[in-house]
Nanobody, 115 residues
Framework: QVQLVESGGGLVQAGGSLRLSCAAS????????MGWYRQAPGKQRELVAL???????NYADSVKGRFTISRDNAKNTVYLQMNSLKPEDTAVYYC?????????WGKGTLVTVTS
């Protein structure tokens, strides 16, 4: 059984920080590319950041310089450190595992940034 469980979301003021965690089970975590996506009301789900099995990273232009994705293979966990948060970062954040040929998704954690 594959499970991705996000945590760390919450309410924060603009300029603040949050650290999201995603604990994975049931997959070969160390060989998978992991990603964080987000979806705001009325918007499409979008890629925020990803990290490969060899620690290559990629970020959406909107979060470059503010967010950092990392992974701890010993803990089967991927993190998203979010700094200098803006109201437009408000969304449900989803963890993704690209376990070819399928993708797995967590249920999401809500991040709300107030002005």
């Amino acid at each position: 059984q594959v499970q991705l469980v996000e945590s760390g979301g919450g309410l924060v003021q603009a300029g603040g920080s949050l650290r999201l965690s995603c604990a994975a089970s049931g997959i070969r975590f160390s060989i998978n590319t992991m990603g964080w996506y987000r979806q705001a009301p009325g918007k499409q789900r979008e890629l925020v950041a990803l990290i490969t099995s060899v620690d290559s990273t990629n970020y959406a232009d909107s979060v470059k310089g503010r967010f950092t994705i990392s992974r701890d293979n010993a803990k089967n966990t991927v993190y998203l450190q979010m700094n200098s948060l803006k109201p437009e970062d408000t969304a449900v954040y989803y963890c993704n595992a690209n376990a070819f040929p399928v993708n797995y998704w967590g249920k999401g954690t809500l991040v709300t940034v107030t002005s």
